[in-house]
C-alpha cells in the first residue's frame, strides 16, 4: 500500500535552514507528483509545491519561492523540502501528498514533520 | 489566489445524525472541489474530490455536491469515527487552495 514516512520534528534556530524527507513506497515514485503543503498552529493549509520526481522539475506557490526549495533521490524515493532563512513564522507542520499527473487534489499523505523555529 | 470560505467553524452532532458542511469559493471553480478529514495521530484522508466523487475507501454515507462557487459535504447517519477536522480544497487552478476547516465535535 502507498506510504509516505516523513522525518521527525525540528528544533531549529531562526535564520537557519532545515531539510525534512518524505520516503516514499508502495508506487513507482517516478511517475507521480509529490506535493509539499505547510499547516501553521491553529490555522488551515497552504500548498507550498510540488516536483515531479522523474525528471526534477517544481512549480512553487508564488508565496514560497525564496523560501522552499523541493528536490527528489530517485535511488531511494524519497523527496525532501528544505527551508530557509527561517524565522518563527515557518514554525509550523510540513506534509508531504502524493499527486496524480495533471490533478491538484492530494490522494495520499504523510504523518507530518513539526518544525519549531526558536532561539 | 481563489480565496475558500467554509461554514460552519464548529459543528456538534450525535452518532447517527446527518450533518452539513459548506464550502464557498471567492470565483467558479466548475466541479474541482476536494474534501479532506483531519485526526490527531492520522495521516490526512481524501474523501472526495471533483465535487462528487468518491475516494477509493470512502464510506457511502459521505458525499459531495455542489458546482460553481458553493459546495456541501454531507455525512449521513454519523458515525464515531467520523469526528474529527474537515477541510475542502479547490483544485481548479493554481495554486490550490484550501478552507480554514470545519470541527465535528461529538455532541
Known amino acids: 500500500q502507498v506510504q509516505l514516512q516523513q522525518s521527525g520534528t525540528e528544533l531549529v534556530k531562526p535564520a537557519s535552514s532545515v531539510k525534512i524527507s518524505c520516503k516514499a513506497s508502495?508506487?513507482?515514485?517516478?511517475?507521480?507528483?509529490m506535493h509539499w503543503i505547510r499547516q501553521q498552529p491553529g490555522n488551515g493549509l497552504e500548498w507550498i509545491g510540488w516536483?515531479?520526481?522523474?525528471?526534477?522539475?517544481?512549480k512553487y506557490n508564488q508565496k514560497f519561492d525564496g523560501k522552499a526549495t523541493l528536490t527528489a533521490d530517485k535511488s531511494s524515493s524519497t523527496a525532501y523540502m528544505q527551508l530557509s532563512s527561517l524565522t518563527s513564522e515557518d514554525s509550523a507542520v510540513y506534509f508531504c501528498?502524493?499527486?496524480?499527473?495533471?490533478?491538484?487534489?492530494?490522494?495520499?499523505w504523510g504523518q507530518g514533520t513539526l518544525v519549531t523555529v526558536s532561539s | 489566489d481563489v480565496q475558500m470560505t467554509q461554514s460552519p467553524s464548529n459543528l456538534a452532532a450525535s452518532p447517527g445524525e446527518s450533518v452539513s458542511i459548506n464550502c464557498k469559493a471567492s470565483?467558479?471553480?466548475?466541479?474541482?472541489l476536494a474534501w479532506y478529514q483531519q485526526k490527531p495521530g492520522k495521516a490526512n484522508k481524501l474523501l472526495i474530490y471533483?465535487?462528487?466523487t468518491l475516494q477509493s475507501g470512502t464510506p457511502s454515507r459521505f458525499s459531495g455536491s455542489g458546482s460553481g462557487t458553493d459546495f456541501t459535504l454531507t455525512i449521513r447517519n454519523l458515525e464515531p469515527e467520523d469526528f474529527g477536522l474537515y477541510y475542502c480544497?479547490?483544485?481548479?487552478?493554481?495554486?490550490?487552495?484550501f478552507g480554514a476547516g470545519t470541527k465535528l465535535e461529538l455532541k
Open positions: 508502495g508506487y513507482t515514485f517516478t511517475s507521480n507528483y
Open positions: 480544497q479547490q483544485h481548479n487552478e493554481y495554486p490550490p487552495t
Open positions: 470565483k467558479s471553480i466548475s466541479k474541482y
Open positions: 516536483i515531479y520526481p522523474g525528471n526534477g522539475n517544481t
Open positions: 501528498a502524493r499527486g496524480y499527473p495533471g490533478t491538484y487534489w492530494f490522494a495520499y
Open positions: 471533483s465535487g462528487s
